[in-house]
């Protein structure tokens, strides 16, 4: 079974300039989560969508939204970037959002 | 407000002792702990989990301990290998709710 792939592994944008990131999650699996790592903050929770809706939000500003398609794939968008959203972008998926998450391997974006 | 909080941000072991990472937590209606390893440039990986009923669980040379009143949870490993050098992040969870992580501690394992 294919793991959770996330495109692309790498992103260099400049502020303003908006980002879309993408999340294949494992097959069968319904629910999709996202996760901003950055060094000394952990893992910071963005949303999760579960089968086309978002069922969970985290503390995050409307600058970051997202999406799920029928297929579960899920985007991720952030508009007008700030040097502050520089992160490891993480896609995890599960069954039901319940079960432990399968994380992706990431999308380390770099905001000039 | 950090709910879930890893005070140490990294750990030195010697190959063969015991790593005991520590998690603390605010949040009581916490049901259910996890934890994650990471290693650079991927993503992290389950390692062993712990529902609230419980105060121990096993898995090999892992185990999970959980101290409600505390609100503590540790993650023992024995024997450590350096294979087990990685950064390890706890998490917690409210009724199959979103999952809240810690800060993460860096276990560097010496040969």
């Known amino acids: 079974k294919a793991g959770v792939t996330q495109t692309p592994r790498y992103l260099i944008k400049t502020r303003g300039q908006q980002v879309t990131l993408s999340c294949s999650p494992i097959?069968?699996?319904?629910?999709v989560s996202w996760y901003q790592q950055t060094p000394g903050q952990g893992l910071q929770f963005l949303f999760e969508y579960f089968s086309e809706t978002q069922r969970n939000k985290g503390n995050f500003p409307g600058r970051f939204s997202g999406r799920q398609f029928s297929n579960s794939r899920s985007e991720m968008n952030v508009s007008t970037l700030e040097l502050g959203d520089s992160a490891l972008y993480l896609c995890?998926?599960?069954?039901?959002?319940?079960?432990?998450?399968?994380f992706g391997n990431g999308t380390r974006l770099t905001v000039t | 407000d950090q709910q879930v909080k890893q005070n140490s941000p990294s750990l030195s072991v010697q190959e063969g002792r015991i790593s005991i990472l520590n998690c603390d937590y605010t949040n009581s209606m916490f049901d259910y702990f996890l934890w994650y390893k990471k290693y650079p440039a991927e993503g992290p990986t389950f390692l062993i989990s712990?529902?609230?009923?419980?105060d121990k669980n096993e898995d090999g040379r892992f185990t999970v301990f959980l101290n409600k009143s505390a609100k503590h949870l540790s993650l023992h490993i024995v024997p450590s290998q350096p294979g087990d050098s990685a950064v390890y992040f706890c998490a917690a969870s409210y009724q199959g709710g979103k999952l809240i992580f810690g800060q993460g501690t860096e276990l560097s394992v010496k040969p």
């Open positions: 712990i529902s609230s009923i419980k």
């Open positions: 995890a998926s599960s069954f039901d959002g319940t079960s432990p998450l399968h």
């Open positions: 097959s069968g699996h319904r629910s």
